[in-house]
């Protein structure tokens, strides 16, 4: 720099017109910027030595008000508590506004043009940001309170035993349990909902139509297990109640009742879910066709001379009416 300073002075002594004007041009443009450089640094400095205090500061009152406390019983615990991702807040809101003030301050529009709009973008995104996590923050401490609430009245109304009385005591295990279970999917539902208002807050309206999409299907998905989950549980009533009454001489009609109503129910179930309608006819239809040919075979095979006697006993009473 002292160098740039004393060039011309040693061009002009030497008599170097060539050379002197354009670099004493250059050490002209060099020292007019000078201000503006120390008046950007002075803003940058001074932007961020009270980006710093706030963010202190704010963090600070915050945890000697109880708000980590209140972050850990909403389920926040991660490595940062929720005062200082307060206060980091505040710091970025103060820092960024001197960042755009320092550029400015250089007044050199190839560089701030750019970097200022960037950042003026970012400053008006910030009040959609600030709805947007609102939103979602709310939803997810509502979202633990319904799930706890709604596992709490399920468990106590004898829920989890449901699955043992529908037949589908195994497919639940460890320590998930089903009242558990619903309240998490329910939270999972309420978080849905709020990304899609947090995402049309923001404008990522792509993105709202495709969790909208994905809460339509869930819910169809919901529909066809419970449709399946009842059929479980009215093919076991259908098996119990025909061995009940016809004792063990009727365990294959048993068992076709509990096939048939379950092809029927599974076929129902995937039909409201909503996949690959003309395979589940299909596969309905093949089931049935299934279950007849098994019947037919069954009766053919193994109880050919109980049909032999029936045919017998029906041509001798169709005789002695044609007697009488």
């Not at 939103?135 to 401490?141: D, Q």
């Not at 009385?165 to 709020?194: D, E, H, R, W």
Request: hydrophobic share 55%; charged share 10%; proline share 2%.
């Amino acid at each position: 720099m002292v160098v740039l300073l004393f060039l011309p002075a040693i061009l002009g002594t030497l008599e170097i017109d060539g050379l002197l004007v354009p670099v004493q041009n250059m050490v002209n443009e060099m020292l007019g910027m000078l201000p503006n450089v120390f008046g950007a640094v002075l803003i940058g400095v001074v932007g961020w030595f009270l980006a710093k205090i706030v963010r202190d500061l704010v963090s600070n009152l915050l945890t000697a008000a109880g708000t980590d406390r209140l972050g850990e019983q909403i389920g926040l615990r991660g490595t940062m508590s929720l005062s200082h991702l307060i206060g980091l807040v505040g710091y970025i809101l103060i820092l960024v506004p001197a960042v755009v003030a320092a550029l400015q301050a250089l007044e050199i529009e190839v560089i701030t043009g750019p970097a200022t709009g960037m950042l003026n973008t970012m400053m008006s995104a910030i009040p959609d940001i600030f709805a947007a996590a609102i939103i979602l923050g709310i939803a997810f401490a509502i979202s633990r309170f319904v799930s706890q609430l709604v596992a709490n009245l399920l468990g106590g109304l004898g829920f989890d035993g449901l699955p043992e009385k529908l037949g589908l005591g195994q497919v639940l295990t460890g320590q998930t349990t089903p009242s558990s279970l619903v309240g998490n999917v329910l939270a999972f539902f309420i978080m849905l909902f709020a990304v899609v208002e947090a995402a049309n807050q923001l404008g990522f309206h792509q993105a709202s139509e495709l969790v909208t999409m994905f809460i339509e299907f869930g819910s169809q998905v919901l529909l066809g297990s419970a449709i399946i989950a009842i059929g479980f549980w009215l093919s076991n009533l259908a098996y119990n109640t025909i061995i009940r009454i016809h004792r063990v001489q009727s365990g294959g009609v048993a068992n076709i009742a509990r096939f048939a109503i379950l092809g029927l129910v599974i076929a129902m179930g995937l039909r409201a879910m909503g996949l690959a309608n003309e395979i589940v006819n299909l596969a309905f239809g093949l089931t049935l066709g299934a279950i007849a040919v098994a019947v037919a075979l069954s009766f053919g095979l193994g109880g050919r001379e109980a049909a032999g006697k029936q045919m017998e006993h029906w041509l001798s009473q169709a005789r002695g009416e044609r007697r009488g």
